[in-house]
C-alpha cells in the first residue's frame, strides 16, 4: 500500500498560489513599465490600466504571506529555523554538486539532505530578501509625493534591481518546482494539487 506524507498544507498552498499569480502578473506589467519599447508598443493609454493593474496585484503580494504568517505564525517560525539551520558536510557537498546535478541529475549521487535542501534553503531565503526588497521599495514609489526625489531615485533603482532579481529567481524557482526538473516531474501536485507526496519521493 502507497504511504503519502502532507508536505504543504492548505493554507500554504492558498498562500503559494495568490503569491505566485500576483509574482507573474507584477512581473509582466513590470516589464512593461521598465522596458521602453514595450511601454511605447502598448501606448499611454494601456500603460495606465497596466500601472493600475500592477498596484492591486501589489497589495496581494504583500497581503497575501501577511495574512498567512498572522493565521499560522507556527509555519512561520518553522520556516525561520529551517533557513537559519547551521550547515553540516552535506549541505556543502549538496551545493557543490548542484550545478553539475541540474544538467546530469541521472549520474550524480547527491548527498543525504535534511527536511529542505541546502539549495533550498538559499534560493527561500533570496527569494524572501528579494520579495522584501521589492514591497518596501514599492510603497515608497506609490508614496511618492510624500517622499524626497532622492529616496523616490534610490527606491527606484533598488525596485528595479529587486525585479530583475526576482524574475530570474522565479525562472530557477519554475524549473525546478513545476516538474520540469526530470527528478522532480509531477511534483507541482505538492504546491497546485493535495500537498501529498508518497513515502518514496519523500525519501528521495
Not at 493554507?11 to 505566485?20: A, D, F, S, Y
Not at 510603497?139 to 529616496?151: H, Q, R
Request: net charge positive.
Amino acid at each position: 500500500m502507497t504511504v503519502y506524507i502532507q508536505r504543504h498544507s492548505l493554507l500554504k498552498r492558498w498562500v503559494h498560489g495568490i503569491t505566485m499569480v500576483a509574482c507573474m502578473v507584477l512581473i509582466a506589467s513590470g516589464a512593461v513599465v521598465f522596458i521602453p519599447a514595450l511601454a511605447a508598443a502598448v501606448g499611454s493609454t494601456v500603460i495606465q490600466w497596466i500601472r493600475i493593474a500592477h498596484r492591486v496585484f501589489a497589495v496581494a503580494f504583500i497581503a497575501a504571506p501577511l495574512v498567512g504568517l498572522i493565521v499560522a505564525p507556527k509555519g512561520f517560525v518553522h520556516i525561520l529555523k529551517n533557513l537559519f539551520a547551521p550547515w553540516d558536510a552535506d549541505d556543502k557537498k549538496f551545493m557543490m554538486l548542484f550545478p553539475k546535478y541540474l544538467f546530469a541529475p541521472k549520474t550524480t549521487h547527491m548527498p543525504k539532505q535534511h527536511e529542505v535542501k541546502s539549495g533550498q534553503r538559499l534560493s527561500d531565503a533570496a527569494l524572501i530578501l528579494v520579495a522584501i526588497l521589492i514591497a518596501v521599495t514599492g510603497v515608497v514609489l506609490w508614496a511618492g509625493k510624500f517622499v524626497s526625489p532622492e529616496v523616490f531615485r534610490t527606491a527606484l533603482m533598488l525596485h528595479d534591481l529587486a525585479f530583475v532579481l526576482i524574475a530570474i529567481i522565479m525562472c530557477v524557482h519554475i524549473y525546478l518546482g513545476a516538474g520540469v526538473f526530470q527528478p522532480y516531474r509531477g511534483l507541482a501536485r505538492l504546491m497546485f494539487g493535495n500537498g501529498r507526496v508518497t513515502e518514496e519521493e519523500a525519501r528521495y
